[in-house]
């Protein structure tokens, strides 16, 4: 599907209905454009049935919840809809986004209890997400910006305000011909890529950052019972960026990056090894069995 994403054909859901891809319109004065109150999912859909699915809706009505913005739909409902679009669009293999949203209403300020919440559920055929980076691993840049405190935002939130850094932070990324960006959390550990969590291999053990302030990815949980399934001892804690030097291989994993190796973080360098195209092969086994 090569047409840009507001001309193509097909159906979306929205409020409650299906309509038709190109009707899939909000007003100007929507509420979620200009304050960002908005949340979404972002999931796959393999051999007609979306990994994790039910726990991918919970996490979006919590997400509601946790911006005062509570969602009409029960999961239930949110389950419904998505699988509607994937039948209405004749796909078993695809990309699921659904979005909650303030709508426009009575209210056009910052306060927007007035407005109602909207949600609409897309999806569309998507492929590797870092392109051919499975074979020979992802090239990060290391963001200027940094993941704010619990304090300032809710960060275990999947909402829309949240990735404004990580637009710039993957721009600026691309344009040093990299793949994405890793960012430090705000009291200056390694803490995430702009849509991925990651991982790190030393002496046959797994370091990945403690996801306190920041999204703790469904893919990431994932990826964590693999490893201890296959007794691989995995450490979640702070990871000072100078420890980068001493890992031996990297990852990332989420909805869309699936499992990813990194070849490189800014200076430093790892080996796509074994251990990495293993947990890639047994995600993606456990996601299309």
Known sequence: MAATYDDRDGKIWMDGKLVDWRAANVHI???G?????????????????IFESVKHSARLKNSGKLLDMEIPYSVEEIEK???????ANGWDDAYVRVVAWRGAGEDMGVASSRNPVRMAVAAWEWGAYYGDAKMK???????????????????H?????????????????????CSDSLFMDYRGYVAEATGANIFFVKDGEVHTPDADCFLNGITRQTVIRLLKERNVTVH??????????????CWLTGTAAEVTPVGQIGDYTFEVGQMARDISESYEKLVRS
């Open 81 to 87: 809809a998505k699988y509607d679009v994937l039948k």
């Open 29 to 31: 004065l929507t509420h």
């Open 33 to 49: 454009l200009h304050y960002a109150s908005s949340v979404f999912e972002g999931e796959r859909c393999y051999n007609g049935k």
């Open 236 to 249: 979640e804690r702070r990871i000072a960026p100078e420890e980068l030097e001493g890992f031996e291989q």
């Open 157 to 177: 939130a999947k909402a829309a305000g949240l990735y404004m850094i990580c637009t710039m932070s993957k721009h600026a990324a691309e344009a040093k011909g």
């Open 137 to 155: 691993g992802a090239k990060l840049d290391i963001s200027k910006w940094k993941r704010p405190s619990p304090e300032t935002i809710p960060v």
